[in-house]
């Protein structure tokens, strides 16, 4: 039956029980690696703001999964991505995580072959190769690097990736925030002791909103009701032509944004609508990697990189206009104590639904009405993976 079809005509909810992943999915080696080759090498991961590679010879190191990525912009300041593996046999080339490289060269540490930001091969070491060996056939293994509004990804089957926009739930809803234009005030990194999916599923749902999130469910009505959208809520054409407080879309009477007062840093953003104002939260979503969400004064990102089975390496960045960042006095880091409490008591569920998951007599849970999304999430994730 199609997905549309289980549906209630503009209610969000699913009007049938749906099981959950199996459990081998959250903590089998050997699943995990079937993700990796399927899923994180054949798809755009989100790695860095295009800030954070400032200016020629610039370099970053990722790792995504098993593999490394070095990530650098060349002599010209155009991005380049390569395997983080020399081509004579084998050895890792760049062992810093991030610094700028000396002479316009890669040179691998073992017997020196050294390569140029465009990675083809430029040097050898000892005097006389053999006669057949071709320098050509010996650049770096490429990996497609590309940049949307600031953000850059890298895609490690470039010959085969997709647009890049079309990772997006919707690639133009936070057009109003021109994220391009944005500056990293804050950054949290944090890793966590639960499978990827468990990440993406918690933050897929609000039914642990009203007891894991007490200050956010105060900031967000619908959180207190276990919703996250109007429509989540089989109600939802009474409660709402009602004005029903309890069921108010956005963020409670008086909080303008995501902060400890519910205050705002500084001036909203000038070109937002009215309704993204009034609903002062807006979330853009790129699989597996990343989401955004856009707040009146500042954007927030989260960055999701696997670490292993049961390890998930979290980054959240707080990006504002560089006039805001640079008012005499503003304090970044108290903009982000909200949310990062938010992040604290996501993290810890997260951690407990991974070690739950060891019970021998799990196989499978249960999804309820609420958890739509989280449902929507494995039908992407099963599709990836067949
Ligand atoms: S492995 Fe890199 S030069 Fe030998
Ligand atoms: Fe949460």
Redesign the pocket.
């Known amino acids: 039956m199609a997905e549309t079809e289980k549906r209630i005509a503009g209610y969000n909810g699913l009007t049938q029980t749906e099981p959950t992943l199996p459990t081998h999915y959250y903590v089998d080696a050997e699943h995990h690696e079937k993700e990796l080759a399927r899923l994180w090498y054949r798809n755009w991961v989100y790695v860095c703001r295009a800030e954070e590679l400032d200016g020629p010879r610039a370099y970053r190191v990722f790792d995504i999964g098993s593999q490394q990525v070095l990530a650098l912009r060349d002599q010209e300041g155009k991005l380049q991505a390569f395997h983080n593996t ?6 890792q ?1 760049v062992q810093n995580k991030e610094g700028r490289l000396p002479g316009g060269l890669i040179t ?6 050294a390569y140029d930001l465009e990675g083809k091969l430029r040097r050898l ?1 000892g005097a006389s190769p053999p006669p057949d060996f071709e320098k050509s056939e010996h650049s770096l293994y490429e990996v497609g690097i590309q940049e949307w509004k600031g953000f850059i990804f890298v895609h490690l089957d470039h010959a085969n990736s997709q647009p890049l926009e079309s990772i997006f739930s919707d690639a133009h809803i936070l057009d109003n925030w021109h994220l391009a234009d944005l500056v990293v005030g804050h950054t949290l990194r944090k890793s966590i002791r639960c499978n990827w999916k468990i990440f993406w599923e918690n933050f897929s749902e609000c039914l642990h909103c009203p007891h894991v999130h007490r200050e956010l469910s105060a900031t967000v009505p619908l959180y207190k009701q276990y919703l996250m959208e109007v429509r989540d809520d089989p109600e939802w054409e009474a409660h709402q032509s009602a004005g029903d407080p309890l069921f108010k879309p956005g963020l409670a009477e008086g909080k303008e944004t995501w902060s400890t007062d519910g205050i705002a840093c500084g001036e909203f953003f000038p070109d937002l609508t009215p309704e993204e104002i009034e609903l002062g939260h807006t979330y853009c979503e790129g699989l597996p990697s990343l989401f955004v969400v856009g707040h009146v004064d500042y954007a927030r990102t989260v960055r999701v990189l696997p670490l292993g089975p049961e390890e998930t390496e979290i980054q959240s960045q707080w990006l504002f206009r560089p006039e805001v960042l640079s008012q005499p006095g503003f304090d970044a880091a108290r903009v982000a104590a909200f949310a990062e409490q938010v992040i604290a008591e996501d993290s810890a569920v997260a951690e407990l639904n991974q070690k739950g998951l060891h019970s021998i007599r799990h196989k499978r849970g249960v999804l309820m009405a609420e958890e739509y999304a989280v449902h929507d999430f494995h039908v992407w994730l099963k599709g990836q993976l067949d």
């Open positions: 020399c081509r004579h046999r084998g050895s080339l691998c540490p073992y017997h020196c072959w070491s």
